[in-house]
Structure formats: structure tokens, C-alpha cells
């Protein structure tokens, strides 16, 4: 059974570096073709893609966020870790990650429940 | 960069009814990497579509898709209670990787 699960910090303040936790199990991101995305959600708006890791190490990002992202895995451990910096209360937000396999073409098969992040001083 | 427009915002159907929601592509994209997925409220997405029409794991035959180069359809079939909920489409890219449409939220 795949599963994943997102931990972090519910609450940061303005300027504060957000550090996200995505456990996974039932699949190894070492598979060719695998990759963990970060999605964020608003409260009452759309989905928001943050980033994405390859089973190769290969990372994507954001046009509009790059520069405050890093995405990095640690393949032993089964995790999938999300920085973002300089957090604004425009990123409150639920945050998911998901997992991809296929090279793109399975879809997003399986999320996990998301965690919500306020950002308020 | 590619954008999806989805359309219409907001549906408003009965049980029993057909839903049809599209998803534009600003540019052709291929239908290998579009997706559609079903969200509820207080709950994470779950996949409905991939591969423009291949249907995922346990989601029942009254969802279809189809589509190619710049346009896609969802349709779902003989709407059910548990149907009503906000539809997003995806694509897999280069440039940015990963694109979510604006959604589509289907109401009774």
C-alpha cells in the first residue's frame, strides 16, 4: 500500500523559513520514472504546483517561486523534503505532496492528507 | 508557459444528469500527460484521469474523458450525489513542470 504523509510546522511568522516533511511508503523514488511533487492549496482557491523531485535527483520548480523553493529527497529515509523561504501570509495555505510515477503520464495516484500552514505573526 | 483554462466555473446539475467540463491548453500539449482529478471539501485530490482518458484505480466507467492538442473534456455520466465536488485538470510539462487548470466546481 503506497502511502504519504506531510509534517511540519502549523504555524510560522512573517519572514520565517518553512521546512515540510513528506514521509512516503510502498514505493521507492530510487524506480525510474518516479518523481514526489509538493502542491499547495489556499483556503478556498485552486491547486498551486510547488515543485518536484525525479527518481534521478532531477528537481523542478515554480516559475513564480523558485527562488524562495528547495526540494530535496532522502532516499533511505523515504522522505521528501520542501524549504521555502521568506514566508508571507499569502502562503497560508494546505500543503500536499503526491506522488507521480510513469515520467508524467500516471498522474498524481496517490496524496497524502496535507497539512496546513498559517503564516501569522 | 503553458496556462489550462477550465470551463465553466461552476456547473450546476441534477442527479442523473450528464456533467461535460472542459480544460484548454494555451498551446497543443500531448494527451499522454494530462490529468483529472476530483477534489471534496476538507479532502485531498484524488485521481480521476490520466492519460487524457484512461481511468485510475476504483474510479467508476461514468467518467470519461477525451480530447487532443489544446482541448480535453471530462464528462461524467449519470451524475451521482457523491459526484458534486471541484475538478482540476493537470499537465506534465517542461516548462514549468507541472500545470493545475483553475477548476471547475460541480454543483447540485
Known amino acids: 500500500q503506497v502511502t504519504l504523509r506531510e509534517s511540519g510546522p502549523a504555524l510560522v511568522k512573517p519572514t520565517e523559513t518553512l521546512t515540510l516533511t513528506c514521509s512516503f511508503s510502498g514505493f521507492s523514488l530510487s524506480t525510474s520514472g518516479m518523481s514526489v511533487s509538493w502542491v499547495r492549496q489556499p483556503p478556498g482557491k485552486a491547486l498551486e504546483w510547488l515543485a518536484l523531485?525525479?527518481?534521478?535527483?532531477?528537481?523542478d520548480y515554480s516559475t513564480s517561486l523558485k527562488t524562495r523553493l528547495t526540494i530535496s529527497k532522502d532516499t533511505s529515509n523515504n522522505q521528501v523534503v520542501l524549504t521555502m523561504t521568506n514566508m508571507d501570509p499569502v502562503d497560508t495555505a494546505t500543503y500536499y505532496c503526491?506522488?507521480?510515477?510513469?515520467?508524467?503520464?500516471?498522474?498524481?495516484?496517490?496524496w497524502g492528507q496535507g497539512t496546513t500552514v498559517t503564516v501569522s505573526s | 508557459d503553458i496556462v489550462l483554462t477550465q470551463s465553466p466555473g461552476t456547473l450546476s446539475l441534477s442527479p442523473g444528469e450528464r456533467a461535460t467540463l472542459s480544460c484548454r491548453a494555451s498551446?497543443?500539449?500531448?494527451?499522454?500527460?494530462l490529468a483529472w482529478y476530483q477534489q471534496k471539501p476538507g479532502q485531498a485530490p484524488r485521481l480521476l484521469l490520466f492519460?487524457?482518458?484512461s481511468r485510475a484505480t476504483g474510479i467508476p466507467d461514468r467518467f470519461s474523458g477525451s480530447g487532443s492538442r489544446t482541448d480535453f473534456t471530462l464528462t461524467i455520466n449519470r451524475l451521482e450525489p457523491e459526484d458534486f465536488a471541484v475538478y482540476y485538470c493537470?499537465?506534465?510539462?517542461?516548462?514549468?513542470?507541472?500545470?493545475f487548470g483553475q477548476g471547475t466546481k460541480l454543483e447540485i
Open positions: 523531485i525525479h527518481w534521478d535527483d532531477d528537481k
Open positions: 492519460g487524457a482518458s
Open positions: 498551446q497543443s500539449i500531448s494527451s499522454a500527460y
Open positions: 503526491a506522488r507521480m510515477g510513469g515520467w508524467g503520464t500516471d498522474g498524481m495516484d496517490v
Open positions: 493537470q499537465h506534465f510539462g517542461s516548462s514549468p513542470r507541472v500545470t
